[in-house]
């Protein structure tokens, strides 16, 4: 009943003219920068962070949440007309979807994706609001150790999931920790790596990191291969997207079962909506292959893209709640939204509720209201974004560029924030040329502080015994979790390299009777 309370007072002061202005922009500048081609949804975040700056903090939160969830629905738009979805949680989506556009069906899949999105949010938003209390009550209970496992799960989970190479995942995590240590030790008072330098006394600020990394980052590696992309994906019309009732009744179990799937994996850092939405995706082809459905795979089926939509938007609306409550980012849209509340001097987690209620719960009610909002824009006017994708590439990403570049200066005015930016706008070209995933870095920039207070805090509580680290349940679960996982990659990195050496083994069989037939010449 206090949670109906607060989310009512939450409406209240989210349902202004103003606030609804900003929830409006949010939404539409989201959805616009989502849709185009290489941005994507935490593109969308990191972009229009600084743009915030100048409001309140109401007001610039709830303009994130629609920002949050616009971005998201303009990845499955560029995916679904396209098939070039901005973002890994777009791609099971689009494979159904595409195929849908292409026979002629483009405004039921644009439809059915965006029910599924405001589906799949609504239910993880309503979870979020009445579990929150429990979540906050459990995450009180924590101490220095809990802190420093989970920060030590989000890093290795994160970089085991988003990576191909294990390797690598972990490189770009170490990047990013040592991105996090630079400036002045708040326990010591001493300098570190910041090469004599006073304006990294401070640190780096993770605005000018994401938006380093993310959006010049992309603007660097794209005009890189600028001249190989003459040809622009032909728009497929799209129609007006609206569903039958038959064809509603078929999408609402893709939804429901989608949703199912994408709540639980938004409270733990697997590193987005990636994993849930193709399991969504797998278990619509398996049960579509039981069903026969003759659509599935062929034409496209209006399931195979309601089930992966639904889990997409249901992962982001939990994570907003483990956000919140414990503050743990398990994305690196999440790890975006941890920054922006740091720019207003809020720290996410069990006391953000007890010190800043109105802010948590305007924004809560914001992401309600944003989901209506996204269905009313998008369902109609889901054929005007598409029309975004006819601007030149060159004119598009130097604009990006630009953007960039002023909202990195207008935080605080300075010279040598902007030669940090290009400097990390060349870092993460390289990190895309080389394939190394971009949201360890985000997450090791955000937590690693968090991780080095609380290894410290525990160290000294514990008096130096490192069994303090492994005493509690909680703990002893988490490192369970991550010594399994460490196991099964490892089984199932040998299977490969065993199947693989089989392959070569059996070519080499075949290929010698052909040598053995070759016959010498007789004397």
Not at 225 to 240: C, D, L, M, S, Y
Not at 317 to 341: D, E, N, R, V, Y
Not at 389 to 410: F, N
Request: hydrophobic letters at 55%.
């Amino acid at each position: 009943m206090d949670q109906l309370n607060n989310l009512l007072g939450g409406f209240a002061d989210a349902l202004t003219p103003l606030n609804l202005l900003w929830l409006l922009i949010g939404a539409l500048l989201g959805t616009a920068v989502g849709v185009l081609p290489g941005l994507g949804s935490a593109m969308a975040v990191a972009l229009l962070l600084p743009v915030t700056f100048s409001l309140d903090p109401v007001g610039a939160l709830i303009m994130f949440a629609g920002v949050y969830y616009g971005g998201l629905f303009g990845d499955s738009i560029a995916g679904i007309l396209l098939n070039t979805p901005n973002s890994a949680s777009a791609i099971a989506g689009s494979f159904e979807g595409h195929r849908m556009a292409k026979d002629g069906r483009a405004a039921k899949a644009l439809a059915a994706s965006a029910i599924g999105d405001f589906t799949g949010g609504l239910i993880a938003t309503t979870l979020v609001v009445f579990f929150s209390p429990l979540i906050v009550q459990l995450a009180s209970a924590f101490g220095p150790a809990e802190y420093f496992a989970l920060a030590v799960f989000a890093f290795i989970a994160i970089s085991w999931v988003v990576a191909e190479s294990f390797l690598k995942g972990i490189g770009a995590l170490a990047i990013g920790l040592l991105i996090s240590i630079v400036g002045i030790d708040g326990v010591s008072g001493t300098a570190r790596f910041t090469l004599g330098v006073p304006q990294l006394f401070d640190g780096v600020s993770i605005v000018v990191v994401t938006v380093g990394l993310l959006a010049m980052g992309e603007v660097f590696f794209l005009a890189s291969r600028i001249h190989r992309n003459h040809n622009r994906a032909k728009i497929i019309q799209t129609g007006r997207p609206w569903l039958r009732w038959n064809e509603f009744r078929e999408a609402l179990p893709g939804w429901l079962r989608g949703t199912a799937i994408g709540v639980p994996f938004g409270a733990i850092p697997a590193g987005g909506a990636e994993v849930p939405s193709f399991l969504a995706y797998t278990v619509e082809k398996r049960l579509a292959k039981r069903r026969k459905d003759p659509f599935f795979g062929s034409r496209g089926s209006i399931r195979g893209v309601a089930g992966p939509e639904a889990a997409g938007n249901a992962t982001a609306g939990s994570a907003m709640g483990a956000l919140l409550a414990i503050g743990l980012p398990t994305s690196a849209t999440a790890a975006i939204m941890l920054a922006a509340f740091r720019q207003y001097g809020m720290q996410p987690g069990p006391l953000l509720f007890e010190r800043s209620p109105d802010i948590v719960w305007a924004l809560l009610a914001s992401l309600f209201l944003g989901l209506i909002v996204l269905l009313a824009l998008n369902l109609p006017f889901a054929p005007l974004w598409a029309k975004l994708l006819k601007i030149p590439a060159a004119y598009l990403y130097s604009g990006i560029a630009v953007l960039a570049c002023l909202g990195v200066y207008s935080i605080s005015a300075s010279t040598f924030d902007l030669v940090i930016l290009l400097s990390l706008g060349a870092l993460g070209f390289l990190m895309r040329r080389f394939d190394m995933p971009i949201a360890p870095v985000l997450i090791g920039v955000i937590l690693g502080p968090l991780a080095e207070t609380e290894f410290r805090r525990a160290v000294s509580v514990g008096e130096g015994d490192p069994l303090f680290f492994i005493t509690s349940p909680f703990t002893i679960a988490l490192y369970s979790v991550l010594a399994l996982g460490a196991v099964i990659i490892t089984v199932l990195s040998l299977r490969r390299r065993g199947g693989a050496k089989q392959m070569m083994m059996e070519d080499l069989e075949s290929d010698q009777p052909e040598q053995d037939t070759v016959s010498t010449p007789s004397r």
